[in-house]
């Protein structure tokens, strides 16, 4: 039984490049967490969404990031013209669809960008 | 601002010993609580979740959730070093939000 997979698990990228940071939920899950880790830091939420649907972006940095989870294939966390504050460890999580409050977010194993 | 507040540590204990690690939390209306291990360079894995007022026990791990002093904790009976890892408390708020907050974490070292 797959868990969430992420990809690529290392990414390292140039001042004004951009960042693109996938991942797959769990077999049977339909809802996609993206959350940030700095260094020394804690995890902060980003962005909730569901099929086709952005349900809570309020963690969202207001400019360069957006996401997206297509009807057919992975979530995408998009990072436009990257700068050295956003190198961090960025993870997904997802959980099963309609159980509410007693949902649970599992991990993937996260992305960790660089940038130089 | 909904905050989630742990004692950073480092909490060091001896193998075989209890590890308390404790969490507050500031939204009243927060109704799901977990707690989450990470080891370094790694991702979070669940360890707990704990819905309602009280104890909660799988193996050796203990969740305790008291929504009135908004306090939920955890208790690790029988430390062992594998146990040593940065533990995370997690706490979804009230009003439907689906979103995670995270404390900073404890760091447990479990000394053989």
């Known amino acids: 039984n797959a868990g969430v997979m992420q990809n690529p698990r290392h990414l390292v990228r140039r001042r004004g490049q951009e960042a693109r940071l996938r991942c797959s939920p769990m077999?049977?899950?339909?809802?996609v967490y993206w959350y940030r880790q700095l260094p020394e830091e804690g995890l902060k939420f980003m962005v909730y969404l569901q099929k086709e649907n952005i349900i809570d972006e309020s963690g969202m940095p207001k400019e360069r990031f957006s996401a997206e989870f297509p009807k057919e294939g992975p979530s995408i966390l998009r990072i436009q013209q990257v700068v050295r504050g956003d190198s961090a460890a960025y993870f997904c999580?997802?959980?099963?669809?309609?159980?509410?409050?007693?949902?649970?977010?599992?991990f993937g194993p996260g992305t960790r960008l660089t940038v130089l | 601002q909904k905050e989630v507040e742990q004692n950073s540590g480092p909490l060091s204990v001896p193998e075989g010993a209890i590890a308390s690690l404790n969490c507050t939390y500031s939204?009243?209306?927060?109704?799901?609580f977990f707690w989450y291990r990470q080891y370094s360079g790694k991702s979070p894995e669940l360890i707990m979740s704990?819905?309602?007022?009280g104890d909660k026990e799988d193996g050796r791990f203990t969740a305790q959730l008291n929504k009135a002093s908004q306090y939920v904790s955890l208790l690790i009976r029988d430390s062992q070093p594998s146990d040593s890892a940065t533990y995370l408390c997690a706490v979804m708020g009230g009003g439907g939000s689906e979103k995670l907050v995270f404390g900073k974490g404890t760091k447990l070292t479990v000394n053989p």
């Open positions: 939204d009243r209306g927060s109704q799901s």
């Open positions: 704990i819905y309602s007022n």
């Open positions: 077999k049977g899950h339909s809802h």
């Open positions: 999580a997802s959980s099963p669809q309609g159980m509410g409050y007693t949902d649970t977010q599992y």
